[in-house]
């Protein structure tokens, strides 16, 4: 009976991550005879067909599902990660909530002063629109009850759609009429990106007069991992991109990711992270210092104007993930060892946060994924 009853909230599971109710009676009348791993398998197996079409470009997904359906040792490994997350992210949660950080910040005194003219008197009450790309800007869900069973969904959710505090939330609290301008696919080039905002944007009649804030939140993911082709090349390109289709009252934050520490942290901390990250090794190669440096030189030449200004943020430069009394927290990533969970995307916002309310020669160069405060 007792087994008959988790078969039975499997099917309930399944049905509910989008699973039909004929799936659900072959579960049923299956389930019984398999082991926890075939269990597990045939749900992947069924749970990839109704996904197929959502899922179809998202290689990464495709390649964890195959991992979990193929290799048991892998399978282990991996059920033993998102479990020690999901213990890190309740223990985390508990001590240290982010959900009153929203209304605290909604008491805090809001002087009357003249609509800013210049890109260096911005605040939050001036910004009319908000967007954000690149693959930091998008999380795992962190579902831990769906993920035993072996349903992943893409981590391509965008930060508007999690309840924790992120940017566009922050800003919203100072201007209620905020208007979020999502882009394009993820997976998507960040000069597609950018266009694709761009012409979000432009559909609005005054475009041109209101204050524009975009994000570039990149990952080693985003670059095409070659010489040519480093992330910290298309980040320059996007921002000239940006500048040709929206030179007026545009305000462009980057972050500098030329640091590996957070991936490097949780390899070392878990062999399924270091079994996920290792697709990612040729894109970390061609990461190099000294393009950012060069990034950095040409921008502020050429794009620190009144009305179109880029800040690139060295958050990223030197990352680390937070310590726990006995291990490292990974909690703060998603089950691809990749991407973001809900708060590790949460705390790197309220860190950007800080940093751009921040001046540029007190702005840390260290994102330690520990609780911040706002």
């Given amino acids: 009976m007792k087994r008959r009853r988790l078969i039975e909230e499997d099917v309930e599971i399944f049905e509910f991550s989008g699973g039909s109710s004929f799936a659900s009676r072959i579960l049923l009348n299956y389930f019984g005879f398999l082991s926890d791993f075939s269990r597990v398998l045939f749900l992947l197996l069924l749970f990839a067909i109704i996904q197929s079409s959502e899922?179809?470009?998202?290689l990464n997904l495709m390649r964890i599902e195959t991992k979990l359906t193929t290799d048991k040792s892998f399978y282990e490994r991996w059920m033993s990660l998102i479990t020690l997350q999901?213990?890190?992210?309740?223990?985390q949660s508990n001590d240290y909530p982010l959900d009153y950080i929203l209304e605290d910040a909604r008491k805090c005194w809001r002087p009357l002063v003249l609509?800013?003219?210049?890109a260096n008197l911005l605040r939050p009450d001036d910004i009319s629109v908000y967007a954000e790309m690149g693959h930091l800007s998008i999380y795992c869900p962190s579902n831990f009850t769906l993920l035993k069973n072996g349903i992943l969904h893409p981590?391509?959710?965008?930060?508007?759609?999690?309840?924790?505090?992120?940017l566009d939330k922050l800003i919203k609290i100072y201007n209620e009429n905020l208007t979020v301008i999502d882009s394009n696919e993820w997976n998507d080039s960040l000069i597609e990106q950018a266009r694709s905002i761009a012409s979000s944007i432009r559909e609005y009649s005054n475009y041109n007069e209101m204050w524009k804030i975009i994000f570039i939140m990149a990952s080693v993911q985003d670059g095409e991992g070659s010489e040519t082709g480093q992330v910290a090349v298309e980040v320059l390109e996007t921002i000239q991109e940006i500048h040709r289709l929206l030179p007026h009252r545009t305000f462009v934050v980057?972050?500098?990711?030329?640091?590996?520490?957070?991936?490097?942290?949780?390899?070392h901390t878990h062999q399924a992270c270091r079994d996920q990250l290792s697709v990612y090794k040729g894109h970390q190669r061609y990461n190099h210092e000294s393009v950012w440096e060069q990034v950095e030189k040409i921008v502020g030449h050429n794009f620190q104007k009144h009305n179109f200004t880029v800040e690139i943020l060295p958050l990223l430069k030197d990352p680390a993930l937070g310590n726990l009394p006995d291990e490292t927290d990974l909690s703060p990533?998603?089950?691809?060892?990749?991407h973001?969970?809900?708060?590790g995307l949460s705390l790197l916002h309220l860190a950007i946060w800080n940093s751009i309310l921040t001046r540029s020669r007190e702005r840390y160069f260290s994102f330690n994924l520990d609780f911040c405060l706002i």
């Fill in 333 to 338: 990533l998603g089950y691809d060892c990749a």
């Fill in 55 to 58: 899922c179809e470009d998202d």
């Fill in 115 to 118: 609509p800013a003219e210049d």
């Fill in 254 to 267: 980057a972050l500098r990711t030329s640091g590996n520490g957070i991936w490097r942290d949780a390899s």
């Fill in 86 to 91: 999901n213990s890190q992210l309740e223990e």
């Fill in 155 to 166: 981590c391509t959710r965008k930060s508007s759609t999690t309840e924790l505090p992120t």
């Fill in 340 to 343: 973001f969970s809900e708060r």
